[in-house]
């Protein structure tokens, strides 16, 4: 299901014609590949190893919170069976349980995938795969870091809290929580032997704690960019007005993968759109040309959004 | 042998025909949307527009093993249909009933309309009561004015050819129709109020 | 995430589960599946079929190789009666994809888990643009496809084993594996949904047809992950769950293509797709699941029109008074 909207069929064939103009006007008059500014903190929790919260003008007030725990690899008679992608957790849950809201239940974020189609039973969950999918796909460098000693590893427990009960926040919210709780993170410092199974032992310092993602070492965390197309023209960071009366959308997710800026994307999904204004029989779904001119408008723009929001993680954690 | 095509294979040039049912249009060509086989009809003779008297017609359509069946799985209630509906429940306002035909055929599944009051009859609407026009259980024919909410279809049986055509009496006889307004019982004679469709 | 009730309507298996079987690697010339001997640019068999289940609108039979799935299309049907429905002007969708809980090593239970509702909505975005739901105004269409048997997800790669005492590390980790499961199961449900659509008679601009492809680099290329060579990457269409002898994945593409309109519908690509030269890595594995996006289409083609064929040929052989029991629908059996 498209994001709910109060907006008329007129409303909407306007907002349309209006994204679709050479050059293009955006409601907010913004640049088509300009972003909304952020508010962005991080490591205020100190019950975690990790987090974040982010506050975005239209979609809301998202708080992460990211806790490890030591896990033992488990072990039958005959084998080890190490089932890493079950060492990540992720999980988003609107405040307030979520029933409140228009729409609600129907699926967080609006991506495909992200929620359900039959908008029951379906709320949580699926931005919950999309975002675990960022973080192992392309190489698992996160699951390299995960592990303790010989037979131990930590486990990620990665809470979304979203506090405005918007059922369809941007992507852009939920990525950027997560991505600045994971650059934040802290585990404790083994003070064990690395090749023993025995039970690991940690420093009590939390000084000399070790971060998850060693600062500059590469790849980052990743970070997803909703964009979405209406006639030729592209737009990056949409507001709710502007998916509804999208044509197609995407989210691109993206991790750096240089101190200069080039990233690499990791992941590719569809976004879903509310298809509002335009014609009948016209544009179902994205041509390969529209889809270059898409991802490479993420791909242009990902390195500054990316570094910016690293930049602000790192010097509030030396404030700190 | 007659060709099959596929949603999305294009029939020709949009300027040549005029699309009918299960055809659209894209990029300037005729698109099928159905599986199935190609019909073109000649205009008929009795259209005077000279614009579009030298245009066919141009339509998709499924065949099917049963003619009423299959075909009717994907039927809906339109506006200007003639439907066939049984009432379920009735008060002061409206009466609700449950669709089981459209434009003759068997739909699959029921489809919920109401009659308002003042779309039972033509004339003298002010006067119309529901409970003296339908009961409960009575099958009516009625036609579509409006899609209307979420959940009702709205009809009328504004016209002499519309309204019950069967029911039965209180004490559950069948009656016949004896005058526009009036039906009379089988076995025990008595007369009840009803909306009542000219039998022809 | 709230703690799910039990599920107190079926016989329930044991609470605390059972421990899926690891099969440990006997010996090193163990039996490879002949996934090996199809080009990387040839797509598995497809066999494909309509019109099996007669108590729905439509249906489809789909089955490649392991995958064995069934669509049932219902409707459009009535919106449900509650307040809470809004007006629809146009027909809503409802997909749903379940695996059955056989069809995979792992049991799976009869409550729907995140991945299935993952590719419920996956297989929605697919289908809704191509289905013209305005001709189908304040009702629902209902696509449920059940998988029935599928290549195994189990983590056999991911499995660090003990044999004889010595512990057998992995060459590397197959981070992969699940996509391209869960991929070659998604691009078999936009293929089978669509057909079953088409069978249903619902108005579509056009059929959807599903494409799988993954670019693997050479195993030993592995540790400068993201680095390999340019000339090393293997691009296989419809690629095995199993990865190619010693070649470490690198990404997955899976879309729906709408091959009349050249236009993509659903798209998913997971995996490290490097950008130094703008999008052209991305285009190519693009144009891999596209390719095998396009083979597919022709069964599918070749399938939504049998059934309408052996309609035709039996109105045909009855308007001719031939008794003959003809019209045995051919079975469409296709390469790409």
């Known amino acids: ?320 | 042998m007659t060709t099959i095509v596929v949603p999305g294979q294009p029939l020709g040039p949009a300027h040549a025909y005029v699309p009918g049912d299960g055809v659209h249009v894209f990029n300037g060509q005729i698109v099928s949307s159905l599986v199935g086989q190609v019909a073109t009809s000649k205009p008929t003779s009795t259209n005077t527009n000279t614009a579009t008297a030298a245009t066919p017609t141009i339509s998709v359509t499924k065949p099917t093993l049963s003619a009423d069946e299959e075909a009717s799985a994907t039927l809906l209630p339109d506006v200007h249909a003639e439907v066939l509906c049984r009432v379920t429940r009735i008060n002061a306002r409206q009466a609700t009933v449950a669709i089981f035909v459209v434009n003759g055929r068997v739909c699959g599944d029921e489809f919920q309309g109401v009659i308002r009051v003042q779309d039972v009859r033509m004339t003298e609407v002010d006067r119309v009561r529901i409970f003296t026009s339908f009961r409960p259980g009575d099958i009516v024919r009625a036609r579509v004015i409006s899609l209307g909410d979420q959940s009702n279809y709205y009809l009328s049986t504004a016209h002499n050819s519309l309204g019950v055509i069967m029911a039965s009496s209180e004490a559950g006889d069948p009656m016949y129709p004896i005058n526009w307004r009036e039906m009379k019982s089988t076995r025990t004679g008595v007369i009840e109020e009803r909306k009542v469709a000219k039998p022809f | 995430m709230a703690a799910k009730a039990p599920d107190r309507r079926r016989n329930n298996p044991p609470s605390h589960g059972t421990t899926p079987p690891v099969f440990l690697s006997t010996s090193s010339d163990d039996i490879k599946p002949a996934q090996s001997s199809r080009p990387p640019d040839e797509i598995r068999k497809i066999f494909l079929r309509t019109g099996l289940i007669s108590s729905v609108t439509g249906s489809s039979f789909l089955e490649i190789a392991p995958l064995k799935l069934s669509v049932s299309v219902l409707g459009p049907r009535p919106l449900p009666r509650s307040a809470s429905t809004p007006f629809a002007a146009q027909a809503i969708l409802t997909t749903e994809v379940k695996f059955a809980p056989f069809a995979s090593t792992v049991r799976r239970g009869y409550i729907r888990d995140s991945s299935e509702r993952d590719l419920g909505s996956r297989l929605y975005q697919a289908l809704v643009g191509a289905i013209r739901r305005e001709l189908y105004p304040k009702s629902r269409i209902e696509v449920v496809v059940t998988v029935l048997d599928s290549e195994d997800e189990g983590d056999d790669v991911n499995t660090v084993c003990i044999e004889d005492g010595r512990t057998v590390e992995p060459q590397f980790w197959d981070v992969g594996r699940a996509d391209r499961a869960l991929g070659v199961v998604l691009a078999g449900c936009i293929t089978a949904a669509s057909a079953a659509l088409a069978d249903a008679g619902i108005e579509m601009f056009d059929l959807v047809s599903g494409g799988v492809a993954s670019v693997f680099v050479d195993g030993g290329d592995v540790k400068g992950k993201g680095k390999a060579g340019a000339g090393g990457k293997r691009y296989v269409r419809d690629p095995a769950v199993a990865p190619p002898d010693g070649d470490a994945p690198v990404a997955t593409c899976v879309l729906g293509y709408m091959a009349a309109r050249d236009e993509i519908s659903e798209l998913w690509i997971s995996g490290k797709l490097s950008t130094s030269e703008g999008t052209a890595e991305m285009d190519e594995l693009v144009d891999e699941a596209v390719a095998a996006a396009r083979s597919s289409r022709g069964v599918l083609n070749e399938a939504a029109k049998e059934r309408v064929q052996f309609i035709v040929e039996k109105a045909q052989s009855q308007s001719t008074e031939t008794p003959s029991a003809t019209g045995q629908g051919k079975d469409v059996e296709m390469t790409g």
Request: charge should be negative.
């Open chain 1, 1 to 320: 299901m498209p994001p709910p909207t109060p907006l008329s069929p007129p409303e909407l064939s306007y907002l349309f014609t209006s994204l679709a103009l050479e050059p293009p006007i955006r409601p907010d008059l913004r640049a088509p590949f300009q972003f909304r500014p952020i508010v962005a903190e991080c490591s205020f929790l100190p019950h975690c190893n990790g987090s974040s919260r982010i506050c975005m003008a239209e979609s809301g007030e998202c708080i992460v919170g990211i806790k490890a725990e030591v896990e033992k690899d488990t072990a039958s008679k005959y084998a080890t069976v190490i089932e890493r992608d079950k060492w990540i957790e992720v999980s988003v849950e609107v405040a307030g349980g979520g029933a409140s809201g228009p729409g609600s239940g129907v699926g967080v974020g609006g991506i495909s995938g992200a929620g359900g189609a039959s908008g029951k039973d379906e709320g949580d969950g699926g931005a919950a795969v999309w975002l675990k999918e960022g973080l192992l796909a392309g190489g698992a460098g996160i699951l390299d870091r995960l592990v303790i000693s010989k037979g131990w590893h930590w486990k990620l427990y990665i809470d979304v809290l979203l506090l405005t009960p918007t059922s369809h926040p941007s992507p852009l919210l939920l990525s950027a929580a997560t991505n600045m709780a994971l650059d934040s993170t802290f585990l404790p410092k083994l003070v064990s032997p690395h090749d023993v199974d025995d039970i690991p032992a940690f420093s009590d310092d939390w000084n000399i704690s070790v971060p998850l993602y060693e600062p500059s070492t590469f790849p980052r965390p990743p970070m997803s960019l909703p964009v979405i197309a209406v006639g030729d023209n592209v737009f990056l960071d949409p507001s709710v007005a502007e998916v509804a009366a999208a044509e197609v959308g995407l989210v691109v997710t993206l991790t750096l993968a240089d101190s200069e800026g080039h990233c690499d994307i990791v992941g590719v999904r569809g976004m879903e759109v509310g298809r509002g204004g335009g014609k009948e029989g016209e544009r179902k779904g994205i041509s390969r040309k529209l889809l270059r001119q898409m991802v490479s408008a993420c791909v242009k723009e990902a390195g500054d959004v990316i570094k910016g929001l690293g930049e602000s993680t790192r010097q509030q954690m030396f404030r700190a």
